[in-house]
């Protein structure tokens, strides 16, 4: 006989886990461990700590396996609550978008607590107050309730004011009341639009709405949409509306200022993408509001001296980039694109950011002229070249791909504008970012400012630069360019990288190899003149190797460098399509402009030698747009 309570026992925990593994498990957990969080904070603090950590890496869990199985063929997850089919309850919903999201926002919270963990540690309060943040954004993105958004909306305001006043000093409490004042106007707007939108359609789920959009008409109706829209475009801090924004940027702790940036904006900005249906016809007014803050953003923070406030302006700036395209590929019913563009823009931008905010709290040096305390770091330095790389939108990064996507999609609709909008401003913060890297490359800091940082606190960063990668990688497969004689450049330079640390010489004979057999491997099917230049090129580039030998100095950076850039001319004869060429033709610009400042006396140079380089690049870029315009073709025979 089967005893019955076995039964009933294996069913429970069963239903419990299947409960707790489901989209809907991210909130049971953050609420569960922030009543569990006080309680163990009495016994001890590492175990508080311990709580912490595991309902954020739960919380990725969850994402991370719900968001597989979505790509592996399942629906969307659907999370209905207290029984009752919506509109008549609450419902949240867990697709390809917002798995993405969700897991991406969840993966940086992680991160980001590890990094901030000095200051999370001081208080328990903090720690629940992170974990509600969190919670709070993943409900936004989540939700397809109009009211339950404006809920989580006002979850993440308070606890994001909490976490920056916990610093208690005048600068931040000011630009904290600054953060509440504004979020706060915001709020009611939305509440307010959220009220007449009922009053029309009689329900409050987005769906339902969206679906009976026809009865949203007349004064009500205007007013209704332009609340909602000017609610987030508020929170997203469009200029010139946003020196409050910046404020907090600047002042508050670097681990919330990462969260804010990256975090609390992907939330708001995914609530716009709800609601878009609902306000189309004010798209071209979004578009605008977006470029206009995309562009005079960098065009302010050219200015900047203050590290955290030009990131500040940087973060303004990427997000109206978001909202720009955004608006635009709504606009040309172009949904399709929404993902290599919307999420290659956001990853970019989330894991670079972050990685950006959480070196300037390691670095702690407020004028970017101070940069230099890092320059015998090269493990810092390196991590600020990826992520600075990353921001601007040169390969091999999701941004990369996804700008090309997104300038080729306004090319084929002629908005050439835009396209120069889009390509001045990105020239823009190149400037500024570059000009910060500059500083931190200069020789010979005073020994009072040389910094020390050890490998766990590099470990976010580190982590964050590997994801950059990964998904830059997997943008290429995606967009089917992938394939190893493009990538060729950048495997042999990481390998001659690994060796960086051998004495002089002998990194020589391994970088000749890579030139000569890379370069033999890429050009040796190349016919007509293209094979004539590659006897020029990669010649010339193995004689450059052999004379590279006159030094018996270690030259650290100096040979992966060049490797690329030798390799980079192969590619580029090889090259059979635009995006191939110019995806070389920006290795190439990059290597040699850190080439540049290996050299003595050549960082100032070399700044003015890579703005003039990309402004080249981008006039390439326009005019391979302008030519797939006509012919809707990316191969270069088709020019």
């Known amino acids: 006989m089967v005893a019955p309570s ?6 429970i925990e069963t239903s419990i886990t299947d ?65 009752i089919k ?12 917002e798995g993405g999201f969700v897991l991406a926002v969840n993966t940086i919270a992680l991160l980001g607590a590890w990094h901030y963990l000095p200051k999370l540690k001081q208080q328990a309060s903090a720690l629940l107050l ?8 993943n409900g936004m993105v989540m939700t397809r309730d109009l009211f339950n958004l404006f809920i989580f909306i006002e979850i993440t305001s308070i606890a ?8 208690r000093t005048g600068n931040v409490l000011a630009a904290g009341f600054k953060y509440i004042m504004a979020t706060s106007i915001a709020s009611a707007f939305f509440l307010l639009g959220t009220i007449f939108l009922y009053y029309q359609t009689g329900t409050l789920n987005i769906d339902d709405i969206i679906m009976n959009r026809d009865l949203i008409t007349g004064p009500i109706g205007f007013i209704a949409t332009l609340f909602l829209l000017t609610s987030l475009l508020v929170e997203l801090k469009p200029y010139p509306a946003n020196g409050w924004g910046l404020d907090v940027y600047e002042t508050a702790d670097s681990g919330i200022a990462s969260l804010i940036s990256v975090g609390v904006s992907a939330g708001v900005f995914f609530a716009l993408y709800k609601i878009i249906p609902l306000i189309d016809s004010y798209l071209s007014s979004v578009a605008l509001i977006g470029g206009i803050t995309f562009l005079a953003s960098n065009l302010i923070g050219l200015k900047q001296e203050n590290s955290k406030r030009l990131l500040g302006y940087s973060s303004i700036g990427q997000m109206g980039l978001l909202t720009l395209a955004l608006a635009l590929i709504m606009q040309l019913d172009a949904g399709s694109h929404l993902p290599l563009i919307i999420g290659g823009l956001f990853i970019n931008h989330l894991f670079a950011k972050a990685g950006l905010f959480w070196l300037a709290g390691l670095v702690d040096r407020k004028a970017i002229s101070d940069w230099s305390s890092i320059a015998k770091q090269p493990a810092l330095v390196l991590l600020f070249g990826i992520f600075i790389t990353a921001l601007i939108g040169l390969p091999p990064f999701p941004g990369f791909w996804a700008k090309w996507e997104l300038v080729m999609l306004l090319a084929s609709n002629e908005m050439f504008a835009w396209i120069a909008l889009i390509l001045i401003g990105s020239l823009l913060e190149a400037a500024y970012l570059f000009r910060w890297f500059s500083h931190a490359r200069q020789k010979e ?15 976010p960063l580190t982590i964050a630069a590997l994801l950059l990668f990964a998904t830059g990688y997997g943008m290429a497969m995606i967009m089917q360019v992938a394939s190893p004689a493009v990538f060729m450049p950048l495997v042999a330079g990481f390998a001659m990288w690994l060796i960086d640390g051998v004495h002089g010489r002998l990194k020589n004979i391994p970088m000749l190899f890579a030139v000569a057999v890379g370069g033999y491997l890429l050009t040796s099917e190349l016919e007509g003149i293209n094979h004539l230049f590659s006897y020029l090129l990669i010649g010339g580039g193995v004689l450059v190797s052999i004379a590279a030998m006159y030094r018996n100095d270690d030259r650290k950076g100096f040979y992966p460098l060049l490797t690329v850039l030798l390799l980079s001319l192969a590619t580029l004869l090889r090259a059979q399509t635009s995006l191939e060429f110019f995806f070389s033709w920006e290795l190439m610009t990059l290597s040699s402009y850190l080439l540049v400042t290996l050299g003595r006396n050549g960082i100032k140079p070399a700044l003015t030698y890579l703005l003039f380089s990309l402004a080249s690049a981008y006039c390439i870029l326009a005019g391979f747009a302008i030519a797939y315009g006509a012919t809707g073709s990316l191969l270069i025979t088709s020019l």
């Not at 992170?130 to 954004?137: A, C, E, F, K, P």
């Open 6 to 11: 076995m039964i009933d026992t294996g069913m």
């Open 19 to 83: 409960v707790l593994l489901q989209p809907l498990g991210i909130y049971v957990i953050a609420l569960g461990a922030g009543f569990l969080i006080p309680l163990f904070c009495r016994v001890s603090r590492g175990s508080a700590i311990l709580v912490f950590f595991a309902a954020l890496a739960a919380m990725v869990l969850i994402a991370g396996l719900n968001l597989l199985t979505i790509i592996n063929g399942a629906p969307a997850i659907d999370i209905e609550t207290a029984g």
């Open 86 to 97: 919506p509109p008549f309850s609450i419902n949240l919903r867990f697709g390809l978008f």
């Open 130 to 137: 992170y974990l509600i943040l969190v919670m709070g954004i």
């Open 160 to 167: 994001t004011y909490a976490l920056i006043g916990m610093q």
């Open 445 to 459: 800091p005073p020994v009072e400012e040389e910094l020390s940082t050890g490998f766990m606190q590099r470990l």
